[in-house]
């Protein structure tokens, strides 16, 4: 079945760049979606990418898909310590309204 | 977006009992979601709440223990029932609005249940 693999952790020191990768099976997969989720929140939708994409920026935020490799990836420039959450990696296939989320990397962010 | 919230935001409650959580949007949207979050975990789809039909739920789960209502298009409810512990989790509330062709999702707060 459709599976979304996400290392669980990642630290890096303010101001440095985070890069948070994911991988997925479904190769039908139409929308990849990167969420955040802070400690004791819902989860906030950061950014999504159309598979017909290869990259999608967003202020702070990089988003690389290789679609042969089913490879997707957030990168985080400058990062702050307001960004150390949990992040979701999430995909949806065409025609279907499930979203299948990844295990979520915990980002930590050091002064 | 959307704007969702939820209530609780959080409960406690003693095993056998259920507990009805409500999902309101302000706006009006055709598909709903209910998730779950275990502690650790990432998010597990409960079931698909479209207004006007009974509730699709995935493998797992069942509507006698999470019946859903889904009275019009800007609320639900989830309930809980006959609760034991391992039914602690954040339940999420989701909508895909899908307004304009596109295929957001959006989260509710969540409510955190505990289980004793």
């Known amino acids: 079945g459709e599976d979304v693999e996400q290392s669980l952790f990642l630290s890096v020191r303010e101001g440095d760049s985070s890069v948070i990768n994911c991988t997925y099976t479904?190769?039908?997969?139409?929308?990849l979606y990167w969420y955040k989720q802070e400690p004791g929140a819902g989860l906030q939708l950061l950014t999504y990418?159309?598979?017909?994409?290869d990259m999608k920026q967003d202020q702070r935020l990089t988003v690389l898909l290789n679609k042969k490799d089913k490879h997707l990836s957030l990168r985080i420039a400058d990062t702050q310590t307001g960004d150390s959450a949990i992040y979701f990696c999430?995909?949806?296939?065409?025609?279907?309204?499930?979203?299948?989320f990844g295990a979520g990397t915990r980002l930590f962010v050091k002064a | 977006s959307a704007v969702i919230s939820q209530k609780p935001s959080r409960d406690i409650c003693q095993r056998g009992t259920s507990l009805t959580i409500q999902c309101q949007v302000d706006?009006?949207?055709?598909?709903m979601f209910w998730y779950r979050q275990q502690p650790g975990q990432s998010l597990t789809l409960i079931a698909t709440?479209?207004?006007?039909?009974?509730?699709?739920?995935e493998s797992g789960f069942v509507i006698d223990k999470f019946p859903i209502s889904r009275p019009n298009l800007t609320f639900s409810t989830l309930t809980v029932s006959n609760m034991s512990p391992e039914d602690s989790s954040i339940y999420l509330c989701?909508?895909?609005?899908?307004?304009?062709?596109?295929?957001?999702?959006?989260f509710g707060p969540g409510t955190r249940l505990t289980v004793t």
């Open positions: 989701s909508v895909a609005p899908q307004r304009g062709g596109s295929y957001e999702q959006y």
């Open positions: 479904d190769s039908s997969s139409t929308y």
């Open positions: 990418i159309f598979s017909n994409m």
């Open positions: 999430a995909e949806k296939g065409t025609g279907g309204f499930k979203t299948i």
């Open positions: 706006s009006q949207v055709t598909m």
């Open positions: 709440a479209n207004q006007g039909s009974e509730a699709t739920y």
